[in-house]
DNA sequence: GCCAACGTTGGC
DNA sequence: GCCAACGTTGGC
């Protein structure tokens, strides 16, 4: 099982309103490196949920509920047949107890490497394992 | 197919 | 509000 950070912009959709919907198609990524993470989901992965904006934090954890499939606003498969503008379903696990900041992880030499930090822009990654146990830990969330 | 111009994102 | 980074678009 994987794990994926995902980032949102709070007041477009944020984590609270996850935990209030209790499942939500994430939707609306077109960048071609955050499909490519996108369509490497399955169901049962997990997603750490990152906030931009004012507050820069990694706020909560989320289970990836379906495998990636197209998203019906925008149908459309790859060369390869998969779905071009691939969304997941998302259900909340859990809000973090202590948010991560952003901050934090770039004072932190072991996140030297990490996208969040090297790639401002990415909105969608795959987190090792590593640094999953880490960021976890940092936020006080269930491993 | 290359490259310049432009737009968008996200941190400060 | 500004600026840097970077992706995308459009002309050649």
Not at 38 to 67: F, I
Request: charged share 25%.
């Amino acid at each position: 099982m994987a794990t994926y950070l995902l980032k949102t912009e709070p007041s477009d959709y944020c984590f609270a309103d996850l935990q209030k919907a209790g499942t939500c198609r994430w939707d609306g990524v077109s960048n071609a490196a955050a499909l490519i993470a996108m369509r490497s989901m399955r169901k049962g992965d997990e997603v750490l949920v990152y906030h931009t904006g004012d507050e820069k934090a990694v706020v909560g954890l989320a289970k990836v509920t379906s495998d990636p499939f197209e998203d019906p606003e925008q149908p459309g498969k790859t060369a390869k047949g998969e779905p071009k503008f691939a969304v997941v379903t998302l259900a909340p696990v859990a809000a973090a107890k202590s948010r991560v900041t952003l901050a934090a992880i770039k004072a932190d030499p072991r996140f030297k490497e990490f996208p969040l930090v090297t790639q401002g822009r990415l909105s969608v990654m795959a987190v090792g394992k590593t640094l999953d146990r880490l960021l976890r830990k940092m936020a006080g969330l269930p491993g």
